[in-house]
DNA sequence: ATTATTTCTTAACCTCGGTTAAGCGTCTTC
DNA sequence: GAAGACGCTTAACCGAGGTTAAGAAATAAT
């Protein structure tokens, strides 16, 4: 399917145009070489398996990234909503079958690009290149910092740390979710928060 | 102080030698920007607060980056021995303090490269982009998959892989740090290393 | 509207790791 | 060689979060 320009979230154009000085034909090559795809709620964009195939832009939706454990356990890594970056980019660097699952919270819609088309791309937009470095040095840092936080705060800390500067997430996720994502079971969320609103 | 070849880590070559195929005019530019600094053991390459100036191939001896939490622990992200790179790659990029410490186990020799240098090598030698993508990309991976670990195994189990995956770190790292890695108390992993001793 | 399914909450019990405190061996360093 | 610092271990106690199980509430399906 072709892409409708109209439809693409603003920051995606801004990105480009505004951040790394696209010009408008670089930005028109740019975009029709992504194609449009649609997921389901519950249904997946990625399996544990599965080389992933293509970057993918979320335009609309929301979704995680997840693993699961020996003991069955899913783990969120991160949740992901507009104007993010979907798949595993590990898996799309070296090609071998990953070991995250990417699932549709809500119906998704997406900008993907394959890397045949991505590195065809890159010759003839140079600035392509930047771009991606600057994408990896930004996941680089935020994985960093996320594994900064999964050391040195306690669930409680975690929990009340999402709620403070990422409350928008509680209005899209369900609570299981956030609980997987916090490390905690959905139990332990509950208590949790029951406890905060006793004594806060 | 400036850089006597014969003392550098094969390794350093190699990587941008075999892997990059930096000529060896463009590997010698490249070694006579660089510049030697020594550590004493328990001396800190970076503290919390400072930005973070250059970068820092460890040639010899082994370090700790760590984060302090509120309750005062130190918590260690990861430790460097040889042919690692030292340093907060996010407040070197972004120029703002880093919250890490980065501490030297042993006496260490680094071979440090300032912004300013880098941005002058990266001028003369295009290839030196490539290499610098390729370590950003592949430090991201692989703090995703210290993030998977942190999330999916217990104690016991991180333990277990550690001892099994990095066996010569219990060389060199004392016990104490090991616990700070695994993100748990000394005393725990003192009380886990006799239990596994009873009953493997 | 009624059933079915999923999501969230509550409670009782238990385990693992944190806390505190003390003791011991081994390097350093006067 | 003595004094101190440092690193490692042990033990007793405690509490946060996991486990299990069951029921309430909310959503979806018929």
Redesign the pocket.
């Known amino acids: 399917m072709s892409v409708i320009a109209e439809n693409i979230n603003p920051n995606f154009r801004d990105l480009f145009k505004d951040k790394f000085y696209f010009t408008n034909n670089e930005y028109e090559l740019l975009l029709s070489h992504f194609q449009i795809k649609h997921i389901r709620k519950r249904d997946y964009y990625l399996k544990a398996g599965e080389v992933c195939k293509a970057k993918a832009y979320l335009n609309k939706g929301c979704a995680r990234n997840f693993v699961v454990d020996e003991?069955g356990?899913e783990r969120i890594l991160f949740f992901a909503f507009e104007d993010w970056w979907l798949g595993d980019f590990d898996s799309y660097y070296t090609e071998k079958p990953s070991t995250n699952y990417v699932q549709a919270i809500e119906d998704c819609e997406l900008l993907t690009i394959s890397k045949e088309n991505f590195s065809f791309l890159e010759e003839r937009i140079p600035k392509l290149k930047q771009w991606y470095t600057y994408k990896v040095t930004r996941s680089a840092s935020a994985s960093l910092k996320r594994m900064e936080e999964m050391k040195t705060l306690?669930?409680?800390e975690r929990y009340l740390n999402l709620l403070e500067k990422h409350p928008h997430i509680f209005q899209r996720i369900?609570?299981?979710?956030i609980a997987a994502f916090l490390?905690?079971?959905?139990?332990?969320?509950?208590?949790?928060?029951?406890q905060l609103i006793e004594k806060p």
Chains 1, 2 share one sequence.
């Open positions: 003991r356990h306690t669930p409680k369900p609570l299981q979710y490390n905690i079971e959905p139990q332990s969320l509950s208590r949790m928060r029951k």
